[in-house]
């Protein structure tokens, strides 16, 4: 059974820092680029932050470059979402995507809720 379970979200304020986790099970997570996608009210979901299965190469859009960092532990099966100088436009729900290099299958977390406000 394959699972993303997202963590870390909360509510904080304006300039400051959380980190998000997703813990993969059920596939081969080494194999797979993770991402970081956001979605707030409103508005279409968006790419924050991606990380390749081979050499660890990292995009990210160009509203968080900068101030995110994506990372990942292949021993643990985890991607994380450093988040720094949080702005109230970064406000919304992050989910965890894997897609396999070579099976092209995609998994999606369940989701975790950012807010920053004062």
């Known amino acids: 059974q394959v699972q993303l379970v997202e963590s870390g979200g909360d509510l904080v304020q304006p300039g400051g820092s959380l980190r998000l986790s997703c813990t993969a099970s059920g596939f081969s997570f080494s194999l797979y680029a993770m991402s970081w996608y956001r979605q707030a009210p409103g508005k279409e979901r968006e790419l924050a932050a991606r990380v390749s299965s081979t050499d660890g190469t990292t995009n990210y859009a160009g509203s968080v470059k900068g101030r995110f960092t994506i990372s990942r532990d292949n021993a643990k099966n985890t991607v994380y979402l450093q988040m720094n100088s949080l702005k109230p436009e970064d406000t919304a729900v992050y989910y965890c995507?894997?897609?396999?290099?070579?099976?092209?299958?995609?998994?999606w977390g369940q989701g975790t809720q950012v807010t920053v406000s004062s």
């Open positions: 995507y894997a897609r396999g290099d070579i099976s092209r299958r995609e998994y």
